[in-house]
C-alpha cells in the first residue's frame, strides 16, 4: 500500500514563473486536501475535493492559486505567477470517511522556493 | 485569538521522563482532536485522535480531551530521542466537516 505521493519534492522557480504541483493519493481515498506550510507555522488548509468536486476553498486560495481533480485520481495545483510569498511547503493529504471517522494522511510535500 | 493555540517552546525532557504537550481551541462545538509528529524537514505523520472526553492510550501515548475547558493534551510515556520533534495539534471546526485546523506547533526535545 502505498501512501500519498506528490511530485515534484523541491521546485526552484524565479519569480513570476508558473509551478504545477501533483498529488496522487491512496487510491481508495475519495477525500482530497491540499495545504501549505510555511516555517514555524502548523498546516494551512487551501482547499478540498471529494471525488472530482472542489467542495471547499480557503480565502488564502488567491485567484493565482488554481487546483484540479479532473476523474477524482490524482490532483493538480498551479501557482500562476508566484510570488517570494507562495515559498513554502505545500502538503496534499488524503483520506476516506468510515464510520470510525475521517483521518487524514498526508503526503511528504512539495517544496517551492521562489527567487 | 487563534482557532487552536499551542505553547511553541522549545520544550525540553530528559530520555525516560513524561513529555505533555498542551493544545486549546476556541470553538466549543469541535468534535474530532488530532495529534500529528513532524520531524524537521517532514511531513506531518498522524499519531493519534481523539473524539470523547477522557483518555485515549495507544502505547507509549495518551490523549486526553476535556471538551467542557476545550483542552487536549498528548502525554508521551518513556520519552525516547527518537520522540524528539514538532508535534502538531489539529482540530476540526465545526461546520467544516472535511478540513482541519492545525495549531503553530510545540517543538519537543528529548535529551539523552
Known amino acids: 500500500d502505498t501512501g500519498v505521493s506528490q511530485d515534484p519534492r523541491h521546485k526552484i522557480t524565479k519569480r513570476g514563473q508558473n509551478v504545477t504541483f501533483r498529488c496522487d493519493p491512496i487510491?481508495?481515498?475519495?477525500?482530497l486536501y491540499w495545504y501549505r506550510q510555511t516555517l514555524g507555522q502548523g498546516p494551512e488548509f487551501l482547499t478540498y475535493?471529494?471525488?472530482?468536486?472542489?467542495?471547499?476553498k480557503s480565502r488564502l486560495l488567491s485567484d493565482r492559486f488554481s487546483a484540479e481533480r479532473p476523474k477524482g485520481s490524482f490532483s493538480t495545483l498551479e501557482i500562476q505567477r508566484t510570488e517570494q510569498g507562495d515559498s513554502a511547503m505545500y502538503l496534499c493529504?488524503?483520506?476516506?470517511?468510515?464510520?470510525?471517522?475521517?483521518?487524514?494522511?498526508f503526503g511528504e510535500g512539495s517544496w517551492l522556493t521562489v527567487v | 485569538q487563534k482557532e487552536v493555540e499551542q505553547n511553541s517552546g522549545p520544550l525540553s525532557v530528559p530520555e525516560g521522563a513524561i513529555a505533555s504537550l498542551n493544545c486549546t481551541y476556541s470553538?466549543?462545538?469541535?468534535?474530532?482532536f488530532f495529534w500529528y509528529r513532524q520531524y524537521s524537514g517532514k511531513s506531518p505523520e498522524l499519531i493519534m485522535f481523539?473524539?470523547?472526553?477522557g483518555d485515549k492510550e495507544d502505547g507509549r501515548f495518551t490523549a486526553q480531551l476535556n471538551k467542557a475547558s476545550q483542552y487536549v493534551s498528548l502525554l508521551i510515556r518513556d520519552s525516547q530521542p527518537s520522540d524528539s520533534a514538532t508535534y502538531l495539534c489539529?482540530?476540526?471546526?465545526?461546520?467544516?466537516?472535511?478540513?482541519?485546523?492545525f495549531g503553530s506547533g510545540t517543538q519537543l526535545t528529548v535529551l539523552p
Open positions: 493529504a488524503s483520506s476516506f470517511l468510515s464510520q470510525s471517522g475521517n483521518t487524514i494522511y
Open positions: 487510491s481508495e481515498h475519495n477525500r
Open positions: 475535493f471529494q471525488n472530482e468536486a472542489q467542495l471547499e
Open positions: 470553538d466549543r462545538g469541535s468534535q474530532s
Open positions: 481523539i473524539y470523547s472526553n
Open positions: 489539529a482540530v476540526k471546526p465545526t461546520g467544516s466537516a472535511r478540513q482541519l485546523t
